[in-house]
């Protein structure tokens, strides 16, 4: 990429990072300081794997494969492990930070979240609660 773009690693990090910063932000806006401490400590841990996350939900979708089906409760799983390596096993910091989404729109942009993406994620995380 960088020999044809010029755009160097480091760079895509740096652009990354802001760009999450601007996030971290209005979740501290919902979280104490102390959820808040946690979220901004492990936020970046994981963060490249979203992409890929959000691409095989996005396929998913698109495939018209059920949200009930075992595939889709799988990327639901993929999608909580992956949300609670940042938000914690707290379910009262996690529902911060999902009231957060809802009300805040800003949190959404850029991230490929589109309502109707993450309404069929929704579906699919309740299909795998049920199956708890």
Request: no cysteine; proline share 5%; net charge negative.
């Amino acid at each position: 990429m960088r020999e044809q773009t010029g755009i160097t690693p480091a760079m895509t990090d740096y652009i990354t990072r802001a760009f999450a910063e601007t996030k971290l932000a209005i979740y501290q806006k919902y979280l104490s300081e102390e959820e808040y401490a946690y979220v901004r400590t492990h936020y970046f841990d994981r963060m490249q794997e979203w992409p890929a996350l959000i691409a095989r939900l996005q396929s998913a979708l698109n495939d018209g494969i059920a949200p009930d089906s075992a595939h889709a409760r799988q990327v639901a799983a993929d999608w909580l492990v992956l949300f609670r390596s940042y938000a914690g096993d707290n379910p009262a910091t996690q529902m911060k930070i999902r009231q957060a989404m809802e009300q805040e729109p800003t949190l959404s942009e850029g991230t490929w979240l589109t309502p109707p993406l993450l309404e069929y994620l929704r579906e699919a995380v309740a299909n795998l609660m049920r199956d708890r």
